[in-house]
């Protein structure tokens, strides 16, 4: 049903596929599966484990997102933009830890 639809989807804002990118596309999908460009380094990453995708964390403690493709689906628009408030908290978490509010 047209209404149930979420208010990003099928807009221009919610996804952009930048083929002249030097990396394009920077990690490996399906032949034909649409490539969004829009969340090019993961807004996420700094949920740490908490982002939902598929990371692992090197022996040298850098969590490496290679073999992740969660933001760059264009049907993961509504899933990233949601987290927002989480990135928002885990920031103000942050700051008051380091006695800056
Ligand atoms: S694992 Fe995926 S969702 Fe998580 S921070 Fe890395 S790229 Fe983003």
């Known amino acids: ?12 804002f919610a996804f ?6 030097e990396y394009y596309p920077c990690h490996k999908v399906p032949e034909g ?12 990453y700094m949920l740490g484990r908490a982002c939902g995708g598929n990371f692992k964390y090197l022996d040298s403690g850098i969590k ?3 073999g992740c493709t969660l933001p760059h689906k264009r049907e993961n628009y509504g899933y990233i933009a949601e987290k927002f408030q989480a990135i928002a908290k885990a920031m ?10």
């Open 1 to 12: 049903m047209e209404e149930n639809k979420p208010y990003w989807e099928g807009k221009h």
């Open 33 to 44: 599966q649409d490539f969004n460009c829009l969340f090019c380094y993961c807004p996420l």
């Open 64 to 66: 490496d997102c290679s």
């Open 92 to 101: 103000a978490d942050q700051e008051q830890e380091d006695g800056q509010t």
């Open 16 to 21: 952009y596929s930048n083929k002249a990118c």
